[in-house]
């Protein structure tokens, strides 16, 4: 059986963007970073799309710096640019869930 689950916590590095298509879709992306010390230090940051999202997720305006949690699943994107095709690898959020700035996800300098 394959499983594809990905669960993140992290910080957003920008603030959310927010398309309504003509059909009334409504796309929200984040770019969420996540810091890991182990094994050894690098900041990645992930963009991250949830389709659809209850209106109580789009009356909260977090900032750059917010935390939040996450889950859905991963996804390869592909489109054809100026250099031929391409592609990115996105998380596809099912479900987001908004922390306090100071939530559940210390820094190691806040411990």
Do not use: K
């Not at 927010?18 to 992306?29: C, D, H, I, N």
């Not at 999202?53 to 640019?81: I, N």
């Amino acid at each position: 059986m394959d499983l594809n689950l990905v669960v993140l916590g992290g910080r957003l590095a920008a603030p959310p963007e927010l398309r309504v298509f003509e059909s009334g879709t409504r796309l929200l992306r984040y770019l969420l970073t996540i810091t890991s010390d182990e094994p050894r230090r690098r900041v990645d940051v992930l963009p991250v799309t949830l389709w659809d999202p209850d209106d109580e997720v789009l009356e909260q305006v977090p900032q750059p710096g917010h935390r939040l949690w996450l889950a859905g699943s991963a996804q390869r994107r592909f489109w054809d640019g100026a250099d031929g095709r391409r592609s990115r690898i996105e998380i596809v959020a099912d479900n987001v869930t908004f922390r306090d700035p100071e939530g559940l996800f210390p820094s190691p300098t806040e411990g």
